[in-house]
């Protein structure tokens, strides 16, 4: 008997250890080729080239000083801020909105609205691109970071506008009811009522829109010509193409990228994690 | 009088309109446009546009790139249902029952899903499959004979969904491990007691409990392959000779470098036909779920 149990609990232990392994290999895949990029970026050119898995012979950061100043990342980062920042607050005031009304179904036609948005979430960006290029550029719109923050924001809208809604039917019929008998108008309810109950919604449709724009390709690379409208991975991407030899430069710029990414997704992860799961599973 | 009119103002409209007017203004209006110009011949700056009737799609019923591509969307559709899908759903089962380190393993594999694709494609071309300065030279240095995977033209669309599912793998597994956390506990135990190993708990168990948001997946999957571009434009711009070209670079590379808007405008148009149909399923199964 004594001998069973212990042996169930070998057996047990043995699982338990080959399923880390499997969870560690996993990591490994995910995290070996980011390390590489660390690792490097510490390297000179000829280092790199002659063992590109070796250890930096000395820690020095001369690849990062040069990087800051070829890929302009003073006035990337500026640049991303502001991009991210105007979509985050489009996407939210209007979304928050959109959302109160659609959860109530407060006016005629929700239910066709809600299919319009249900399409639009799945939209092909060159269904739409080609003709908006034109008439921004006939606009003068090309380049021009609040312009293109508002194409952003058209692209995040129908999920976050589903997100909102969803956080709006969580709250309770009586709480809008008790307002509404103590006199309160739509935006007083809105603000007092409504806005203090959704805001960890809010939070999340944040995270989740900002992070997409900070990390946005097509639509940026396509708006934002013009060096001094670069976001920071616009102006990494144009690195690569005319600073090809310098390995050791382009890998601190990597780093310069991935670090505040990374850290932003750490602090904000149950946020982050929360918006991806809310839009695919219902609880 | 005037009272009753004012109380009629519904102000719900007003709370509506912006989201509506953006959406309307850059994605519905510019939408109707192309298909509108996918049946003309315009190049985006001449004021000269005529109708050409069928003539874009007959012409790409007869290109070859365009073919290539079509099969190339096929190729990655069928690699991102299998591939991501399986990792995603066996590391989730994994996850399942680790209580104190799911937190970390989730947030490991997450990372490379929350960088930018720029990001992701520029560290794998320069550290994995540079020849010069990446994993492959260092293969190369200790005398394998191996070349960078994105300059074949057999292997280079593999390469460019391989570094794609890279990233986007995590993503899966955190949708299917907060779905297997909804199993009703009681049927897990009851399940266990009649002795149901690993496998039968996942297959008549955990499985069926989670159809649902597998199911949604698979088309949220389907759409994501047809809209394919960030990766192959980063990482072979279409390239080598065409040989990862996909729908949606053909569509950008048409209206960007050769000014066939028209053109363009039809690929475009192609795309969405086959996202529609993935998205009526969509639309359908949402509402089936009670969701609207």
Known sequence: MRENKKRLNRTKIA????VHVILLLLVFICLAPIALVVINSFKENAEITRNPLSFPAALQFENYTQAWKTGRFALGFINSIK????????????????????????IKGSGAILLYFLMAM?????????????????????????????????????????????????????LEEAARIDGAGTAQLIWYVMRPVVS?????????????????????????QGEKNFTATLGF??????????????????????????????????????????????G | MNQKTRRKINWNYFLIAPALIISVSIILVPGIMTIVYSFTDWNGLSPN???????????????????????????????????????????????????????????AFLIPYVLAPSVNAMLWLNIMFSPVSGVIAALRNMGLDISSPLASMKTAIYACAGVDIWHYWSYLTVIYLAALRQTPQDQVEAAMVEGAGSWQLFRFVYLPSIMTTVKMMFIIITIGCFLAFDYIKLLTGGGPAHA??????????????????????????????????ASSIYTYLTRKENMI
């Open chain 1, 15 to 18: 699982r338990s250890t080959a």
């Open chain 1, 237 to 282: 991407l144009s690195m690569n193409g005319s600073y090809g030899s310098a390995m050791g430069v382009l890998m601190a710029s990597a780093v310069i990228l991935i670090g505040p990414v990374v850290a932003f997704f750490l602090i904000m992860q149950k946020y982050f994690v929360d918006g991806m799961v809310s839009g695919a599973v219902k």
């Open chain 1, 83 to 106: 991009l991210t920042g105007i979509t985050i607050i489009i996407v939210l005031i209007c979304s928050t909105l959109a959302g109160y009304v659609l959860a109530g179904k407060r």
């Open chain 1, 200 to 224: 960890p919604g809010l939070i999340t449709v944040g995270v989740l829109v900002g992070l997409q724009t900070w990390n946005e390709y097509l639509i940026s690379s396509t708006f934002l």
């Open chain 2, 49 to 107: 546009i005529s109708f050409i009737g069928l003539k874009n799609f007959q012409q790409l019923m007869r290109d070859g790139i365009f073919k290539r591509a079509i099969m190339n969307n096929v190729i990655w559709t069928v690699m991102f249902i299998t591939i991501p899908v399986c990792i995603g759903m066996f590391s989730a089962m994994l996850l399942l029952n680790r209580k104190k380190t799911r937190n970390f393993y989730q947030l």
């Open chain 2, 244 to 277: 990862t070209e996909v729908l949606g670079t053909y569509a950008y590379s048409l209206a960007f470098g050769s000014m066939k808007v028209g053109k363009a405008a039809a690929v475009g148009l192609v795309i969405s036909f086959f996202g529609l149909i």
């Open chain 1, 122 to 174: 799945t939209v092909p960006i060159q269904l739409f691109l080609f003709p908006l290029y034109y008439a921004y550029a006939r606009l003068g719109l090309i380049g021009n970071i609040p312009a293109t923050s508002v194409i952003l924001a058209a692209t995040s809208m129908p999920l976050a506008v589903f997100m909102m809604r969803t956080f709006f039917l969580n709250v309770p019929k009586e």
